[in-house]
């Protein structure tokens, strides 16, 4: 199990390309400009096998997120931020994959690195996102993307209800393999 987290967390630096990361952000004009901060490193959570924060949903309640994966067979933690183009291009398969599989056990918490609210909850509201949403509104700063060291997003966590790591980095159709293969015991790719 340690392997394929710490493969998984590893495969990060490969999918960066195609997605957004802290000290790289664009100005107004288009022009990069450097990010003020930076989480921490991936391989020093390899032995983090159990996924466990605290943090504030929309409506400014604390919600334990192992109160949120005691809820569903598997949950999905989906590391991401309004203003990120990749992760607003992976939302309509993550919202399918969600719809598809809710009755069937499956749940996901939503971890924003936004900052400005109306911004997170304007997108939230437009792309369809009607599982839990957490952040601290400290942008690269947020807490459990610092304690999980994430260093790019979109970016997912897969946890069974106790919150044990059982795999990440996956999108779109591998995430979805992934959850039929958990859920249904195949390695559906339903349209």
């Not at 100005?27 to 390899?46: K, N, V």
């Not at 466990?52 to 919600?63: I, K, L, Q």
């Amino acid at each position: 199990m340690k392997i394929r987290l710490a493969y998984a967390l590893a495969a990060v630096a490969v999918m960066a390309a195609m997605a957004c990361q802290p000290g790289k952000t664009k100005s107004q004009g288009g022009q990069a400009e450097t990010a003020t901060a930076a989480p921490q490193d991936t391989a020093s959570h390899e032995d983090e096998l159990v996924i466990s924060f605290t943090m504030a949903d929309m409506d400014g309640n604390n919600v334990a997120v192992t109160d949120e994966f005691a809820k569903h067979k598997l949950t999905i933690i989906d590391f991401w931020a309004s203003w990120c183009g990749p992760c607003r291009q992976e939302m309509p398969s993550l919202v399918k994959t969600y719809n598809d599989y809710k009755d069937k056990g499956l749940g996901i918490v939503g971890v924003s690195l936004d900052e400005d609210k109306e911004q997170w909850a304007g997108a939230v509201s437009a792309m369809g996102m009607t599982w839990t949403q957490l952040s601290d509104l400290q942008g690269w700063h947020n807490a459990a993307a610092q304690m999980y060291g994430i260093q790019a997003i979109p970016f997912t966590v897969v946890v069974d209800d106790k919150g044990k790591v059982l795999t990440a980095g996956l999108r779109g159709e591998e995430l979805r393999a992934f959850v039929a293969q958990q859920l249904d015991g195949t390695n559906s790719k339903k349209q």
